[in-house]
Every structure is written in structure tokens, then in C-alpha cells.
């Protein structure tokens, strides 16, 4: 069997008709969902994109494998999805983002060579890389914010877009009055981007995978990794005109929430994103552009599927649908995602499994609480093989996918460190306290905040919109107390011992006192004979007896 994981950067669980969205129509999601399962409460474990992804990658959380920020580095002897799955005899593709930090210190001391074989898995996040585009390619007074090559700006430049950048003078782009609408400001977000539609980002990518399958020999994993519905929010026609302002809801915020909030809420609610989201002209711009960017996903989606179908493809290949974290569009006054609030926390996740032992659980919907980790376990063992639980952190979802109910886990974690922030300054924090904890059991999400912060609280079963923070007073302590029972229990896992399994361990034992390592005994009696034939005897001789 292959695997095709499918991810789209910023895509929130509810912005899909299956779930439940009153105006944007995703018939290819549905189709998918149609066919498999939908984890209606999946939570990453942490609310950034590489962060989000290395656990994704991982199946180890962000405090296990230390990349908790864009840009921060996954070091070096990390195991990731590829390591896992070649263990198993199948090949693991990149096509699209990852926004991996090679370790290149680590690497140097190690000797390792990026144009290695070694050296370029450990330089892609362990992926053998069909083609990688981490997709936003700006560019400022002091270069480019990504300096590897583009192949996107490369294929532009081959369809006559002339232009030193064309992802950000044509696909991120409008024109007005024959001036550059760039993309960047969300005033121009409902405008068409300057590009033939089927030049632009998605179908870009999406033609990269259909040239992939067309020529792969299984088994393999191929992570498809989109880049948008992320910003910049504008879209080609006609994807840019099929939604407006009557299409947006109203913002999913109270003004309770502004009321001595907690400390670093307030500080994320009075940034600059946050600012502008907090503006309806924003929104009714912006929503609109955000959807059409999802429905242009969701017709490339079905040109996948066609193909897979067409192919015969969809007989032998697992999809996997999901997001790397939400979008908060104005929700809760604030914008973009980080805090753990559902818009931002919660992600779709659609797995379909082509196999006879999950015909039992299609079309339906699992309530389970899952975490994006346990995908790379669910992977292994699609793939054949044990999950190695020592080192993935994640549990198969396959259980669930044959109709079983396994014992599973009682709470949710994710982590947010936002140590490079403009919030940790304002809070005037040292780095390492600029750190937050989510607990969620199903009903109560508790947020704990390191720097001598009080927590918060919310109830979900009471306060579905999670407005009221509990933690205000001192009525729910018990609540709070049991949720960091919670935590301190995730803490004590055991993360680290990644060079031993389980089972290892136990064939350890006993294994040095039958190689003669017999220490503490006081005749022999203690032990088996057989562990004291070695010892036991007429003496040798001595040089001096020769």
C-alpha cells in the first residue's frame, strides 16, 4: 500500500462542508471523507507551522524534539516519517513545504555533506525530496526571506511571468490602475491575483504530484504539502469573486474576553495582527479571499483523485487529509493562530484506508481526542511494521479506522513557545519562560503559561465558544488541580530513551551474568549452576608450578 499525505498550511477544521460549514461547498474533502474516517477533534501539538510539522514528522512532541519555532533547527540524529518507513521497505517523498531548519552545526560535527545521501535526508526532514517549495517567497530591503532556489518562481519564469520574484509580482499579487496590488495588504485581498489560474501556486503543486505518481514503484509515502490557504489571502479568478461579505460570519468573540485578560492573551490580542482582524473591513476582505483559496484547494483535490481513480491508484493508496494548524480570523480579536484556542488548535483530519478492514468505519466520524503525532505511528503500521512507542509518542489511528475501540488517551497536549516574539519582550520575559502548555480532556482546556502566570481555563461542555476563562476565580480549582495532575503526568514521560525499545530492555536483562559478570554473590549458590561453570574447577597452574 502507499501513503498520500496530503497537508494544507492555515486550513481550519471547520472551514469544510463535511464540517459543517454553512456556505463553502468542498465536495472533493467530502468525497474523501465519504470514503474513510474524520477525526473530528485532532489538535497539533503546537500551534506554529514548523514547530507543528517537525511533530508531525517526528511523532514525538515539540519538547521532545526541541524545534519549536520557525526556523529553529531539528538536530541532527532526529528520527523522522523517512527513517520509520524505509525501516519497512518504503520510500517517503517531499512535494511542497516542509519548512525544516537543517541542523547544520550539528551536521558539520558530524561530518555529514548536504549533497550526501545522509546528508540531504537529514537536511530535508528525512524526506527524499521530488521538489521542495516552502512557498513564501518574499523579498525586503535586506533580500529574500527563504534563500534556497524556488522551483515555483522557476516555473514562473518559464511561463513568461518576467520578473526577479514573480511569486510575489504575479501569483501573491493584483494589478490596480496598472500598479502592483501586492498581496501583503489585505486591502487588495479581494482582488484576482495577476496569474492564469492553472500558473498558480495549487495547481502548480498539484500537477508536481500527479508527474509523481504517474512515475513512482511502490510502496511509498508522498507528503504533499500545500502552502496555501495560508496568507498572503488573495486568490486567481475565478476563485476570488465566488464568496463575499454576506458569506462571512460574525466574528466568534465577546467583550468578556477583553476584561482582565489574562496577561499573555492580552498581549497577542493587542498585536499588530490581532489589530487588524479586529477590523471588519479586514475580515469581509479577507474571508472571502481565505475561502476561495480553500475552494481552489478543494478542486485540485478532486483533479488528485480523478487521477487516482483514473490510474487505479485509489485501490492501493491511503490519503490522509489534514492541516498543520488553524487560522483565528478575527476570532477571539485576534488573528493568524498561536494561542490554543479551537480555530487555531483544532485541525481536520480525513484518512482514507483503501483496505477490506475499514470498510466498516466508511462515512463515519470518529470523536476521539487525537494528536497529530500519531500519524507518523499510524504510518508504520499501514507500512507493516511494530510502532517503535520508545521514540514516536504518537498512537496508531488504525484501531479506529477498523471499527475497534482501543483504551486510549484521556488528554490532549500541545505546546507554544513564542521566546522569539515581540509578546515576550512586552511581557519582559527572559526566553526561557516564553512558554505555554495546553491540557484538554475533551471538556476542559486548561492553558498553562511559565513566568509566574496564573493559568486559564475553559469549559467547553458550558462554553463551546470559549469565552469565560474559569481561572479568573477560584470557583473551578478542582478542575484545574486534576488538569495539572495532567500535565505533570505528560512531563514524567519517558522521551528521551530513544537508543532502547521496551523490548530491548527486557532481553537485557540477565544478559552480563551469562557472560560471567557475577558480582554480590557470596558461595554461588545464588545463581544457576550453568552461570558458575566458568568459575568453578581445579585451579590452573601458575607460571611459577611450570
Known sequence: MNILFIMYDQ???????CAGHPHLHTPNFDRVAARGVRFANTYVQSPICGASRMCFYTGRYASSHGAQWNGFPLRVGEQTLGDHLRREGMSCWLIGKTHMKADAEGMARLGLSADSEIGARQAECGFDAWVRDDGLWGQGPDGFYDEKR????????????????PWADFANAAVEDDQLASGWMFRNADKPANIREEDSETPWLTSRTIDFIDQAEGPWCAHVSYIKPHWPYIVPAPYHAMYGANHVPAPTRHAVELEDPHPVFAAYQQNRIAR???????????????????????????RLLDHLEATGRMDDTMIVLTSDHGDYLGDHWMGE????????????????????????????????????????????????GKVPDHILEGRSLLPWLRGETPDWRGFAISEFDYSPTPQCVKLGLEPRDARLFMVFDGRYKLMHAEGGFRPILFDLATDPEEFHDLAKTDTHQAEIDRLYGCLAQWGRRMSQRVTRSEDDIKAMRGRSMRRGILPFLYDGSEVPDDLTSKYRGPAPRTPEDL
Open 150 to 165: 524556488s522551483p515555483y518562481n522557476e516555473y514562473l519564469k518559464s511561463r513568461g511571468y518576467a520578473s526577479e520574484n
Open 337 to 384: 493562530k498561536d494561542l490554543f484556542h479551537e480555530p487555531s488548535v483544532k485541525v481536520p483530519l480525513i484518512i482514507y484506508d483503501p483496505r477490506p478492514e475499514a470498510d466498516a468505519t466508511r462515512g463515519t466520524v470518529c470523536e476521539a481526542l487525537v494528536e497529530s503525532i500519531d500519524l507518523a505511528a499510524t504510518f508504520v503500521e499501514a507500512a507493516g
Open 276 to 302: 487588524a482582524f479586529q477590523r471588519d473591513e479586514v475580515r469581509q476582505k479577507v474571508i472571502p479571499a481565505y475561502m476561495g483559496l480553500i475552494k481552489q484547494c478543494d478542486d485540485q483535490l478532486g
Open 11 to 17: 486550513l481550519r477544521f471547520d472551514y469544510l462542508s
